[in-house]
Nanobody
Framework: VQLQASGGGLVQAGGSLRLSCATS????????MGWFRQAPGKEREFVAV???????YYADSVKGRFTISRDNAKNAVYLQMNSLTPEDTAAYFC??????????????????WGQGTQVTVSS
């Protein structure tokens, strides 16, 4: 599976962005799809994951502000980010995994990654 993340950019605090993750090579129907982020000098951090059936969970830091969604027919995953703060500044990565739901917040269990898309939130 090849993943391609896009949609990052520079936005003011309080603004919104929508990230997209386009996939190719294999259907993502059977994969859980996650979004992670990584700021300079920090480890990759879980943001959100969505199951093949549409169930989702979020990191506490983004709950209520971010929404993950997927379109299996288009082999795409999205991350709608609202009420952005400077603390959300990072490179955002999408990934695909078949690991159990309880472990899907752990990046080491992801089989495929896209390249990052940079999100910068100014104060």
């Amino acid at each position: 599976v090849q993943l391609q993340a896009s949609g990052g950019g520079l936005v003011q605090a309080g603004g919104s962005l929508r990230l997209s993750c386009a996939t190719s090579g294999r259907t993502i129907r059977n994969y859980k799809m996650g979004w992670f982020r990584q700021a300079p000098g920090k480890e990759r951090e879980f943001v959100a994951v969505i199951t093949s059936g549409g169930g989702a969970y979020y990191a506490d830091s983004v709950k209520g502000r971010f929404t993950i969604s997927r379109d299996n027919a288009k082999n795409a995953v999205y991350l709608q980010m609202n009420s952005l703060t400077p603390e959300d500044t990072a490179a955002y990565f999408c990934g695909a995994t078949t690991v159990a739901y309880s472990a899907a917040h752990r990046p080491e269990y992801y089989d495929y990654w896209g390249q990052g898309t940079q999100v910068t939130v100014s104060s």
